[in-house]
Structure formats: structure tokens, C-alpha cells
């Protein structure tokens, strides 16, 4: 059955459940998962892992920052407030993260992986746009690193992800017109850079449906094969 096909709602459980086996050997490729906080990244980038495992598709999933790695320790200090960067250093604090991890992820596409990643090279043009930083300069920062061949957005009123987040927030989560220029430059960078916006303002299984077309399409392109 082809994703683009408008699904009758009682069929999309059966869709997301189906088995199909997909060869993929040799493709490997990164699957982006963006947003401003709260979105639903971490849940949906664990959905659409299982999505594609169920199809035989060997399937990473990583996330950045990566607060295991030295980098990622001080990262996690700055963003606990307990250490002061200007917006230069930190977001090149953020973009050396992932070249920490650069080996692991050629590694993974080396051997025909989908590497799904919860943020990546995309979080830091925006989130450093955000913070008044040249496009430009960040984009050159990540020069180098394997590139995302798929970046979906998931996208949703600002205030409403603010509200979701609750009252632990960290000093990126806890300023919200940091996030409201975050998700416009989210938006602005999509159209200029073909990133797909996914409507993640309603249940998960929804935004999965969404998230599942998109790829599904994707694969269809890199395979050959429609699934
Ligand atoms: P997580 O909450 O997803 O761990 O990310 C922490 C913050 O780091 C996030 N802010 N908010 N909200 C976005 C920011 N960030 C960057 O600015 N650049 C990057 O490269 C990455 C990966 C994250
Ligand atoms: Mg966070």
C-alpha cells in the first residue's frame, strides 16, 4: 500500500503495525528529528525506530547533545546554569559534540544503518540563529560531519510545549521567547532548506502516522522499493 494513499482512520493501527521486509543493505542514511522543546522527539524517534526495525531495517538511534562525552558534561553544566559561554563558544560546544561522535556515525552509515538522531546539525543553525549567530558562521561548524538526509520538524504552539515541559526547566527550556524564535527560524529554515514539517499538535499515534509517510517516501527514494 503506498503511505501517500489517504488512509481511512481504522486502517492506520493496521499501518503502522504491518511487516514488511525492506532491503536496505548499503543505504545508510540519517533521519534528523527536530523541534523546539517538547515536541514529542524522544518518544517519536523511538516509535519510528520501531517502525523500521519491524521492516528489517537496521536502525541506530542517537541523540545530541550527547551528555556522555566530556563535551557533553560541560554542555549539560552550561545548560544547568552552572556555566557561563557566550552564544559563540556554546554552539561550538554543541557542534564539537558531535564531532566527538563523527567515527561512531560513519560507522553506522558504513554499514548501511538509518541512523535516527534526536537533534542534530539542524538544532544548532536554529537554536544559534535564535541566539543572534551568522548562519554561515554555524553552518561551517558542521562542515564535515555526515549530513542528515531526512529532517523532520515536529512543530506546535510554542505555549502549549512550554505548558508541557512543566517546572523543571533547563536555561534553554526556561525561556520561552527563546523557544518562540526558535520555532519561527524552525520554520523559516524548513522552506529554504526542504526540512518536512510535521503537525505534531495531536496524539502520538497522529504525529507516527505523519512521521511514517514521510519516510516511508523517503525510503521509496533511496530503495527503489515501495513500502
Ligand atoms: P535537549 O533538551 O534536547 O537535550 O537539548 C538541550 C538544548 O540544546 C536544546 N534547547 N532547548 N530547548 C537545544 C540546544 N541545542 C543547540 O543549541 N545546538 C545543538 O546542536 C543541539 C544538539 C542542541
Ligand atoms: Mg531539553
Do not use: C
Not at 503506498?2 to 493496521?14: F, M, R, T, Y
Request: hydrophobic share 40%; proline share 3%; glycine share 8%.
Amino acid at each position: 500500500m503506498s503511505p501517500a494513499q489517504a488512509l481511512p482512520e481504522q486502517k492506520i493501527l493496521d499501518f503502522l503495525k504491518q511487516k514488511t521486509v525492506v532491503e536496505t543493505s548499503g543505504v545508510g542514511f540519517i533521519i534528523g528529528i527536530e523541534g523546539i522543546d517538547a515536541a514529542g522527539k524522544r518518544t517519536q524517534s523511538s516509535l519510528l525506530r520501531s517502525w523500521l526495525i519491524r521492516r528489517g531495517i537496521r536502525t541506530e538511534i542517537l541523540s545530541f547533545p550527547d551528555y556522555t562525552t566530556h563535551l557533553g558534561m560541560e554542555l549539560k553544566k552550561f545548560l544547568a546554569g552552572e556555566r557561563d559561554y557566550s552564544p559563540h563558544l556554546s554552539h561550538i560546544l554543541f557542534a564539537a559534540n558531535r564531532w566527538e561522535k563523527r567515527e561512531t556515525i560513519e560507522n553506522y552509515l558504513s554499514h548501511g544503518k538509518v541512523v535516527i538522531v534526536d537533534r542534530y546539525t539542524e538544532s544548532n543553525l536554529v537554536y544559534g540563529v535564535a541566539n543572534g549567530l551568522p548562519l554561515d558562521w554555524l553552518v561551517n561548524l558542521e562542515e564535515g560531519l555526515p549530513k542528515a538526509s531526512l529532517v523532520l520538524v515536529l512543530d506546535a504552539p510554542t505555549g502549549k510545549l512550554f505548558d508541557r515541559r512543566g517546572h523543571l526547566k533547563d536555561r534553554y527550556e526556561g525561556d520561552l521567547t527563546l523557544q518562540e524564535r526558535a520555532r519561527k527560524t524552525y520554520l523559516e529554515l524548513a522552506g529554504r532548506f526542504g526540512w518536512v514539517v510535521i503537525n505534531a499538535d495531536e496524539g502520538s499515534q497522529s504525529v507516527q502516522m505523519s512521521i511514517v509517510k514521510a519516510v516511508s517516501q523517503h525510503l521509496s527514494v533511496k530503495t527503489g522499493q515501495t513500502i
